[in-house]
């Protein structure tokens, strides 16, 4: 099933490791095959890392677009993770992040990159709490 992917001008997108911009015009481009692909919104960078859950979702996006690095990424990730749930106290939460534990083992790294994005709304939600 191809992807078909809308970009607007100048927007990033990274295919299989590498950064690719979009020109000044809004395009349409069409994936006829599978490939890592995430957009520049979806991706974090290592000096951003500096929150509970984007310390969870870093090397799940490492895991995504460096499948050599896997071992060294899946070690952080499990570590994160426990930390995290090991915190954390709602039930709906919880399902969640087992929830992305069971998309990481089975290799679906996209898949548990948006549902650890309903995990900011959890900790957006906690932090803004927070004074």
């Known amino acids: ?3 078909k992917l809308s970009l607007k001008p100048g927007e990033r ?3 299989n490791g590498a950064v690719i911009v979009n ?5 349409t481009l069409v994936l006829q095959n599978k ?3 995430l957009r520049e919104k979806d991706i974090l960078q290592a000096e951003d890392v500096d929150t509970p859950v984007k310390h969870v979702y870093f090397p799940i996006m490492l895991m995504y677009m460096d499948p050599a690095g ?3 990424y899946h070690e952080q990730f499990v570590l994160r993770m426990t ?3 090991g915190v954390i106290e709602d039930p709906e939460t919880k399902l969640l992040c087992v929830a992305i534990s069971k998309e990481v083992m089975e290799g679906e790294f996209y898949k548990a990159l948006m549902k650890c994005k309903k995990l900011f709304e959890y900790e957006n939600a906690r932090l803004s709490n927070v004074t």
């Open 70 to 72: 896997y071992n060294k």
């Open 23 to 27: 020109g000044e015009r809004r395009t």
């Open 13 to 15: 997108f990274v295919v």
């Open 1 to 3: 099933m191809a992807l």
């Open 83 to 85: 930390e995290f749930m």
């Open 35 to 37: 490939a890592s692909l």
